[in-house]
């Protein structure tokens, strides 16, 4: 069963690699050797997670990559669904 509108990685950043080790955005940015704009944009939920960055996150906070883009994956997909209804698509069947 789908997740109800799951949270943002970058929530999940926050709540579960910056706070409990009391660890500042800019801090965070330079120990992932990426602008700090970036990785605000990130915790901010104004950006996404890339290959690259969940690499980098795992690196840094543990969690396999792979977890970090499913985060991803899971919170694009609920908000592409919440505009399926105005996807005007045909559906193309097999001979």
Request: hydrophobic share 35%; no cysteine; aromatic share 10%.
């Given at each position: 069963m789908p997740m109800h509108s799951?949270?943002?990685?970058?929530?999940?950043?926050?709540e579960l690699c910056l706070d409990p080790l009391d660890l500042s955005v800019t801090d965070a940015a330079k120990g992932l050797g990426i602008s700090r704009k970036h990785f605000s944009d990130i915790v901010n939920?104004?950006?996404?997670?890339?290959?690259e960055m969940a690499i980098r996150l795992s690196?840094?906070?543990?969690?396999?990559?792979?977890?970090?883009?499913?985060?991803?994956?899971?919170?694009?997909?609920?908000?592409?669904?919440?505009?399926?209804?105005d996807m005007d698509v045909k559906r193309f069947k097999a001979a």
């Open positions: 799951p949270p943002h990685p970058g929530r999940i950043i926050r939920g104004h950006a996404g997670i890339s290959s690196k840094a906070f543990g969690r396999t990559p792979e977890a970090w883009l499913k985060q991803q994956m899971l919170y694009d997909l609920w908000h592409a669904r919440q505009r399926e209804g």
